[in-house]
């Protein structure tokens, strides 16, 4: 048997339909996002079971998610939180804000998001002047992807030892490997892959799926 299964698009759809639980909420949300022009920034359904998995893993009760859009992979975050749970969603635009709030509100998760328009950078600054350092249980970062290194060592500083970050787009659609291929995004994703692999304040899993999934576990 092969040890690396080629991917295809039916067997994504047989891992979405027996391999998550998408709520009617969720599926009516993925739809409105299908029909807009940026449908591709969206998370695969898969990714959002994950998130929500994680979640519900650590017990989280305050999580973040830097890069919005709609706010699917947010109402998959939310979902899984406790009652008294809090998910701060950050979005340096706020054009699909209205999207988003409505099917919050659909779903009964409005109250557990904390939706902020702004530069991440600036909002995750703000947060760690107010103390507010070591007490995230998990941050998914899916944000401008020149500043994910940046991004990174910011978000660190919120997370609670024990607690995960989550990067979306490692891969970059396959430009990383691709040595001709050289603009912001990629560069700095190329750059945080590799101070990943060393760090040793975390654990590292990189999952071949969507466009490339890692986690990382702080331990110090």
């Given at each position: 048997m092969?040890?690396?299964?080629?991917m295809t698009s039916e067997l994504i759809d047989y891992v979405c339909e027996v391999g998550t639980r998408e709520t009617p909420a969720l599926a009516k949300l993925r739809q409105r996002t299908q029909s807009l022009q940026e449908a591709d920034m969206r998370v695969p359904q898969e990714q959002g079971q994950l998130l929500h998995f994680l979640i519900r893993t650590l017990n989280a009760k305050k999580v973040m998610e830097l890069g919005v859009f709609t706010g699917y992979s947010s109402l998959w975050m939310a979902s899984a939180l406790p009652d008294d749970g809090k998910l701060?969603?950050?979005?340096?635009?706020?054009?699909w804000q209205a999207i988003a709030e409505s099917h919050w509100q659909e779903a009964g998760v409005r109250n557990k998001v904390d939706f902020r328009v702004g530069r991440a950078e600036k909002v995750i600054e703000s947060l760690l002047d107010a103390g507010e350092g070591s007490t995230f249980d998990l941050i998914f970062i899916d944000a401008d992807k020149k500043s994910y290194t940046r991004y990174y060592e910011l978000a660190l500083k919120l997370l609670r030892t024990g607690g995960i970050l989550v990067f979306d787009n490692m891969l970059r659609l396959g430009d990383v490997i691709n040595s001709s291929v050289s603009d912001p995004a990629v560069d700095d994703i190329r750059e945080?892959?590799?101070?990943?692999?060393q760090d040793e304040r975390v654990v590292i899993s990189m999952l071949p799926f969507s466009d490339g999934l890692t986690l990382a576990l702080k331990t110090s």
């Open positions: 092969a040890d690396r299964l080629e701060i969603a950050i979005d340096k635009r706020p054009d945080l892959n590799q101070k990943l692999n």
